[in-house]
């Protein structure tokens, strides 16, 4: 019985539904932005996240080129990733995100700008892996710092569950992000890591398919860079001075002069020497 159009449409459909899904041009630019940020940032010390937030972090954003624009109501829009600190210190895959909020103002222009959010508590992160989450609403977010700021700060200031930052023209610095809402990007996340897939499934490494080359370099690079700010942290040794060979080489002791007596009877006569007789 020859096969109908109806049939042989059905039949494509399902072979493409069931066929593995690939990360795309999309989602793999979308990673190598957020590499290309991460090292762009982390190549000027002054200007660089702190140290000890890399080194603490429960998780990280970036949201490259996030544009904002506006003639008196603004909005800001932007796709990025999101990794996770597991278990043993290490980052899990990352998901595809997406930040998007609202803003009233006098503003004027479109303006696009590099995104990154660390956040220091577990406390949030659960509500973006069940949906979406509110900056400043569901965590308090705080401007980051930066150079002689960061430098300054205590631990007692460290108090805000996510630090922000934003970079555009070049100039790195803390922002404000207060009513931002941050989702995840089901779509991205089923064409890197398979249908189905739940953020959940990522970052417990559970997902169909391995990521592809370009998804796994964001992990990877994120991995170095804590890293990095983990070993700043270290507490210099003290050198040590190089004790010459000679030097280390035990000495041997003089010994005290000890008196011979007369009284006592030798043990090895034949090893003493006749004394001249005393005239």
Request: glycine content about 8%; overall charge negative.
């Amino acid at each position: 019985m020859p096969i109908t159009r109806f049939a042989a449409l059905s039949l494509a459909v399902s072979l493409a539904l069931a066929a593995p899904a690939h990360a795309g041009p999309r989602e793999d630019a979308q990673a190598d932005n957020a590499v290309r940020v991460l090292d762009e940032i982390q190549a000027i010390p002054e200007s660089s996240i702190p140290d000890k937030l890399l080194d603490e972090a429960k998780a990280i954003v970036i949201v490259p080129d996030t544009i904002k624009a506006g003639l008196v109501l603004g909005g800001r829009r932007g796709h990025g990733l999101l990794s996770m600190r597991t278990a043993d210190g290490d980052w899990s895959n990352p998901v595809f995100v997406k930040l998007t909020g609202g803003s009233i103002g006098l503003q004027v222009g479109v303006q696009s700008s590099d995104v990154v959010l660390i956040f220091r508590s577990q406390r949030g992160l659960d509500s973006i892996v069940n949906g979406k989450f509110t900056l400043g609403a569901d965590a308090g977010v705080a401007a980051g710092p930066v150079g002689r700021q960061a430098a300054a700060l205590t631990d007692g200031q460290m108090k805000a569950e996510i630090w922000s930052w934003s970079r555009a023209r070049g100039l790195f610095a803390g922002v404000a992000l207060d009513g931002a809402v941050l989702g995840i990007d089901d779509a991205a996340d089923e064409a890197v890591y398979g249908q189905d897939t739940t953020p959940r499934m990522i970052f417990e490494d559970r997902a169909a398919q391995a990521p592809s080359a370009a998804v796994a370099a964001f992990r990877e690079r994120l991995l170095r860079a804590s890293n990095a700010a983990r070993a700043a942290r270290q507490p210099a040794e003290p050198a040590t001075t190089a004790v010459p060979a000679a030097a280390a080489q035990p000495q041997p002791q003089p010994q005290p002069f000890q008196p011979v007596d007369a009284n006592r009877p030798i043990e090895n006569p034949a090893k003493v020497e006749a004394l001249p007789a005393t005239p």
